[in-house]
């Protein structure tokens, strides 16, 4: 908010003008326990259809945030490391140009958003996306009468045909900019908090505003351990991982896509 | 067509509306037979829409699939109407005439059957319609022009409208020998589709201009079709699809599978209507030597695709090909190339297989087995190792929705085809006639030399 003067100015660079916000997050992989307590409750937030065995053995379960796990070292020194994996929102998003139907777009405040109503299931957005974070209903929701209980009323159910994918929990940004509004306030530090990183125990994930600079998400992405996922691609996300080198891991481990080329690289 | 026989204009008329004035009982039963697979079809469709995609084999990392492949494959079957008659029109090749309408006639179907398989992909066909046809201008959402999924309904409805106005002109003439030949409602209705044809100098010299021009307009897009088709793949950021050569490749793959489509077309076409003496070994050997340059341009750019992805020193390409040429999809890969080049090709070679209408009506199908397989390659395994890491790699195994879609596909073509021939002259019979009148012969002494004179 401190900048929003500066972000009125058009930076050609980003797709859309900036309006002094930028959600992103900081996942701090030196912290994960891959306890997948992010998973649940984004599934439990988010309406996320139930991955019931048939459907992960059909290859179609829906995560929107999932615990990648890696070996790391040779036998018997091996550790295992976490990598949470989810939307990566990228200012440079493969996934927005392909759609026919701007079904997928970039918002003002630095989010990839996916418009349910407008999404006519062409996939190409899912097939275009290298973190392979987009996710598309195959079946209807078979929704009991106990289920619709513990639905979210603030999140649409998603119909058949429809890609879906982490919103930062868009809603809860809505809600509490809303609540704000009814003080006559300006959204705070800390207001918002994704599903994910409020059951986060290890405080492994941290959210916010990217374009503050007081924040404290904005200045862990300043770590020296920071890296992006696939970097090489361009896709410039607004996700940052930390992660320190280990000088002792094993040549043959495998390498997470490349990213070694900033000052913290990935090891793992 | 130096050997074709001497015909009289009223033969002509009568071999060549046989189709349309007499129906044999073998037509019922291909009927029948075709609108069952089609009727398959229809119900399998009908099951995917009320249960959703998950009928399909498709999954997280495979999102595309049989229908993706079968929307290439019948766009590409597509290409085989223009090469035909627009390029062989304008270079003047004499032994096109009893192909052309044909080839231009699967033009069509095979790009009706095309849209029709984009728009299954997407599971609720209803909502594609917001985006081929954005109808909704009052609410001010237009489709992305960005996107190769714009482009490509552009494309496709550009050359269907294309190809529709050059069979059409083409059959003005012939509606109105149809009309001339029929009695009751059947010369009503041919008397409006032949748009008042009288046969005229005037006419004839505008239905030659219209050929002429419909043939150079429509060659653009017929290049531009296939590589639109081709940047769906090309534009992606996917490893293995993000291939500069993608445009060229995919129209020369068209062509080859397209025309081979064709030579099984006329064999059909022969001997369903006993064409004998219009279709003739002749126009096999001319299509088998276009094939033979055509197949082996196709394999110099397999070649190139290959070594690209295997010598670029990109790990994400490198694992995509190692897949592709690894079992189980090495098999695939290796029918592939001996149904496209190493077994036609030699053939192809010899004339006196290429006067043999069996040989040749199979090599046609296995190119076009090979042709799909092409497809198959390009898009399944691409999509099994997208990702450079492990963690969200798949597999991919086509349910039997898909398989019954596939199958309605060929049925489809084939009975609109059919249909077709049921009701319009399937060999153009004014060009025909026209070429029977420009045909000369010369004695040389004790030879004898047909020839072609123009004026």
Known sequence: MKQAAEGTEQDTSKPVASIGRRWGMVVD???????????VACHAENNIALNLEDVVLQQRAINWIRIERYWEGEYPNVKARFLPMFCQHCNNAPCEPVCPV???????????????NRCIGTRYCANNCPYHARFFNFWERDLDDTHREYLNPEVTVRTKGIMEKCTFCVQRIRRSEWERRQA??????????????????????VFGNLEDENSRVAQLAENKRHYRVMENLGTDTNVIYLKKVDPHASETAPAHAG???DSGGNSA | MHERPRLTPIQINRDLLRSVLETPLVFYVLLLLLMGLVGLGVIAATLMVSYGLGVTGLNHPVFWGFFIINFVFWVGISHAGTMISAILRLSAAEWRRPVVRAAEVMTVFSLLTAALFVVLHTGRPWRTLYWAFPYDFVRGIWPDVRSPLVWDPSAIFTYLTGSILFVYAALIPDLALARDQTTGWRRAVYGV???????NARQWKLLNATGLLLSALILPVFVSVHSIVSWDFGMSLVPGWHVHIFAPYFVVGAVLSGVAAVIALMAVMRSLFRLHDYIRPEHFDMIGRLLIVVALAWAYFYFIDVIFALLSNEEAEYQVMKLRLSPPYLYLFLLMITCNVFLPVPIWMFRKFRRNIGIMVWTAIVVNIGMWLERFLIIIPTLQRR???AFAWGDYSASLVEITLVIFSFANVALLLLLF???????????????????????????RLPAIVRE
């Open chain 2, 193 to 199: 589709l032949c748009l008042g044809w009288r046969g």
């Open chain 1, 259 to 261: 990213t070694a080329a």
């Open chain 1, 29 to 39: 992989l030196d912290r994960c326990t891959g306890c997948q307590a992010c998973v």
């Open chain 1, 184 to 205: 006559d306030e300006e959204l705070q530090e800390g207001d918002v908090q994704p599903a994910c990183v409020q059951a986060c125990p290890t405080d492994t994930l």
């Open chain 1, 102 to 116: 701007y079904a997928t777009y970039h918002n003002q405040e630095g989010l990839n958003v996916q418009v349910y």
């Open chain 2, 387 to 389: 990702h450079p890491d």
């Open chain 2, 421 to 447: 021939s049921k009701i319009f002259p399937v060999i153009p019979i004014w060009e025909e006639k026209e070429g029977h009148i420009w045909k000369r012969e010369f004695r040389i002494g004790k030879l």
